[in-house]
């Protein structure tokens, strides 16, 4: 048994695909929108796997560090490729509880209505 809550929101930033033959080599930009689940095997004393409004709260927290940024000039993107992939990764990895009892279970971005990527530790 376990319980899952997702928040959504969004962010827009500017990139450029290293080593991309194509229109995405160079600099383009992007109207994020971000989706984070969070799981809990039992709920918390108010009946909750996470208060919606502390986990948007985070994820903000960790997306106000790329908003209407060039992502290539953010020192993780300077080693890693700023495809949605390594931003999933970024956004994971900012994002991750330290509470044993919450686990953040996986981060899906969207670039456009129709092309996303996620990251789990599955």
Same mark, same amino acid.
């Given at each position: 048994?376990s319980?899952? $809550?997702? !928040? &959504?929101? =969004? %962010?827009s930033?500017? *990139?450029?695909?290293?080593?991309? +033959?194509g +229109?995405? =080599? #160079?600099? *383009?930009?992007?109207?994020?929108?971000?989706?984070? $689940?969070?799981? &809990?095997?039992?709920? @918390?004393?108010?009946?909750?796997?996470?208060? %919606?409004?502390?986990?948007?709260? &985070?994820? /903000?927290?960790?997306? +106000?560090?790329? @908003? *209407?940024?060039?992502?290539?000039?953010? @020192?993780? %993107?300077?080693k890693n490729?700023?495809?949605?992939?390594?931003?999933?990764? %970024? $956004?994971?990895? /900012?994002?991750?509880?330290?509470?044993?009892?919450?686990?953040?279970?996986? !981060?899906?971005?969207? #670039?456009?209505? &129709?092309?996303?990527?996620?990251?789990? #530790?599955?």
């Open positions: 048994m319980f899952e $809550i997702a !928040v &959504r929101s =969004e %962010f930033s500017a *990139h450029r695909l290293v080593g991309y +033959k +229109k995405c =080599e #160079e600099l *383009h930009g992007h109207n994020w929108k971000t989706e984070a $689940i969070f799981l &809990r095997k039992d709920l @918390d004393k108010k009946g909750m796997v996470l208060d %919606f409004k502390v986990a948007k709260k &985070r994820l /903000n927290r960790v997306l +106000k560090k790329l @908003d *209407h940024k060039c992502l290539n000039d953010l @020192d993780f %993107f300077k490729n700023p495809t949605s992939e390594n931003i999933c990764y %970024f $956004i994971y990895s /900012n994002l991750k509880s330290k509470d044993k009892n919450l686990k953040l279970l996986k !981060v899906t971005v969207w #670039e456009t209505d &129709r092309c996303s990527a996620s990251y789990s #530790e599955e």
